[in-house]
């Protein structure tokens, strides 16, 4: 019995994202909230012929509150979606102040689900929530996760396509091969580990690619999302693809703790102090709180933060050192945002 929580459901992401948790074996209950046409989003779910019963919240009448309470599992697309000329740190000013008011509501109403951060800046909104959560004094640095899963999809694809211009004939199935991305999510916070793209033996990816190729593969994935933003033009960013790699987080988490699979393995930005298994070792290697990782879930959530960091060559390194500044700045604004709104708590 699994219920999961959408907030911002009715979004680019969240419709589609709602779809795919409406489909999922592990939820019976599923309630969409946003500011605009929940209830309407939720109408049309709730004809599909799956086990899970859907209701849809707006802010009026106690709605977040009967949205969260109960919820094993909430999931944040809330907010403002870059337009071309944007950064995600351009977003901050309104998504703070968004996913601010949705974590009040997790710590009054469902303090012990597990809280999946997708609205941007990722690399700030997950401090946010994490200082909120700790002034509530409800914060379990195990069931809070930044989603960086897109990033790490993207790094299968364009992996998986760039091997295949190169080697003639041969075709790679993007779903097997695994390419570690750590360190946050925007532009060069973006680190993509190839060295350590498995399998190893088959992709041969140092020998394959030239020096050349590599970087502008490190850099397509650092930028992908910069990609789908003019594409679009002005409609906004990422949604379809963010919505796949959100399930695959959000099923990722609940095959560990609902369906009790011990070896799941997936990248998340998570904060580090909290997780005496491998997390204070990344802390203490890369000095900051908060750090894209590869992640073990057990049945409270994260288990082990699968420290990578020794095991990298020297140019990716140096895109540590970089990813570091970024996320540096980026969490400071986001622990500060906190500290001057904590009167409000
Ligand atoms: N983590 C990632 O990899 C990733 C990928 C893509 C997009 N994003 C981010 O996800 C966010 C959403 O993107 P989108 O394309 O779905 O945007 P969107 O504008 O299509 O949808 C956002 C939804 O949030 C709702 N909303 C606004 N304020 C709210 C509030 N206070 N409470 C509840 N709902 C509220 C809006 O009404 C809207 O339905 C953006 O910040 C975007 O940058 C993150
Ligand atoms: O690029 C964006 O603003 C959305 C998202 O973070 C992405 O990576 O697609």
Same mark, same amino acid.
């Given at each position: 019995?699994?219920?999961?929580?959408?907030?911002?459901?009715?979004?680019?992401?969240?419709?589609?994202?709602?779809?795919?948790?409406?489909?999922?074996?592990?939820?019976?209950?599923?309630?969409?909230?946003?500011?605009?046409?929940?209830?309407?989003?939720?109408?049309?779910?709730?004809?599909?012929?799956?086990?899970?019963?859907?209701?849809?919240?707006?802010?009026?009448?106690?709605?977040? $509150?009967?949205?969260? =309470?109960?919820?094993? &599992?909430?999931? %944040?697309? @809330? *907010? +403002?979606?870059? $337009?071309?000329?944007? =950064?995600?740190?351009? &977003?901050?000013? %309104?998504? @703070? *102040? +968004?996913?601010?008011?949705?974590?009040?509501?997790?710590?009054?109403?469902?303090?012990?689900?597990?809280?999946?951060?997708?609205?941007?800046?990722?690399?700030?909104?997950?401090?946010?929530?994490?200082?909120?959560?700790?002034?509530?004094?409800?914060?379990?640095?195990?069931?809070?996760?930044?989603?960086?899963?897109?990033?790490?999809?993207?790094?299968?694809?364009?992996?998986?396509?760039?091997?295949?211009?190169?080697?003639?004939?041969?075709?790679?199935?993007?779903?097997?091969?695994?390419?570690?991305?750590?360190?946050?999510?925007?532009?060069?916070?973006?680190?993509?580990?190839?060295?350590?793209?498995?399998?190893?033996?088959?992709?041969?990816?140092?020998?394959?690619?030239?020096?050349?190729?590599?970087?502008?593969?490190?850099?397509?994935?650092?930028?992908?999302?910069?990609?789908?933003?003019?594409?679009?033009?002005?409609?906004?960013?990422?949604?379809?693809?963010?919505?796949?790699?959100?399930?695959?987080?959000?099923?990722?988490?609940?095959?560990?703790?609902?369906?009790?699979?011990?070896?799941?393995?997936?990248?998340?930005?998570?904060?580090?102090?909290?997780?005496?298994?491998?997390?204070?070792?990344?802390?203490?290697?890369?000095?900051?709180?908060?750090?894209?990782?590869?992640?073990?879930?057990?049945?409270?959530?994260?288990?082990?933060?699968?420290?990578?960091?020794?095991?990298?060559?020297?140019?990716e390194v140096g895109l540590i050192n970089i990813a570091q500044k970024g996320l540096k700045t980026s969490i400071e604004k986001g622990v500060s945002f906190v500290t001057?709104?904590?009167?409000?708590?």
């Amino acid at each position: 019995m699994v219920k999961a929580v959408v907030c911002g459901a009715s979004g680019g992401i969240g419709q589609p994202l709602s779809l795919f948790l409406k489909a999922s074996p592990y939820v019976t209950e599923l309630a969409l909230y946003d500011v605009v046409n929940a209830p309407g989003v939720a109408a049309d779910l709730s004809h599909i012929c799956t086990g899970a019963k859907v209701s849809g919240y707006s802010p009026k009448d106690d709605g977040l $509150k009967l949205a969260l =309470t109960n919820a094993q &599992l909430v999931v %944040i697309p @809330a *907010g +403002i979606p870059r $337009k071309p000329g944007m =950064t995600r740190d351009d &977003l901050f000013k %309104i998504n @703070a *102040g +968004i996913v601010y008011d949705l974590i009040n509501g997790v710590a009054q109403f469902c303090p012990k689900a597990f809280v999946l951060v997708i609205s941007n800046p990722v690399n700030s909104m997950v401090p946010i929530a994490c200082e909120v959560l700790k002034r509530h004094k409800v914060f379990d640095p195990a069931r809070v996760f930044g989603v960086t899963t897109l990033d790490t999809v993207r790094a299968q694809t364009f992996t998986a396509s760039l091997l295949e211009s190169t080697a003639s004939n041969s075709k790679f199935d993007p779903s097997q091969i695994a390419v570690p991305v750590v360190g946050g999510h925007s532009g060069d916070t973006i680190v993509p580990l190839l060295s350590l793209a498995q399998p190893a033996q088959d992709l041969q990816l140092s020998s394959t690619i030239s020096h050349q190729q590599r970087s502008d593969l490190i850099h397509r994935i650092q930028f992908g999302g910069d990609e789908v933003v003019q594409a679009k033009d002005g409609m906004g960013s990422a949604t379809l693809s963010m919505a796949y790699a959100g399930y695959r987080f959000a099923e990722a988490v609940l095959r560990a703790t609902v369906g009790g699979e011990s070896s799941i393995v997936e990248a998340s930005y998570v904060y580090l102090p909290g997780i005496p298994k491998g997390g204070v070792a990344v802390r203490d290697r890369v000095g900051l709180d908060y750090f894209a990782m590869p992640i073990r879930l057990g049945p409270h959530g994260v288990e082990e933060v699968v420290n990578l960091l020794d095991k990298i060559d020297e140019y990716e390194v140096g895109l540590i050192n970089i990813a570091q500044k970024g996320l540096k700045t980026s969490i400071e604004k986001g622990v500060s945002f906190v500290t001057d709104h904590n009167a409000k708590i």
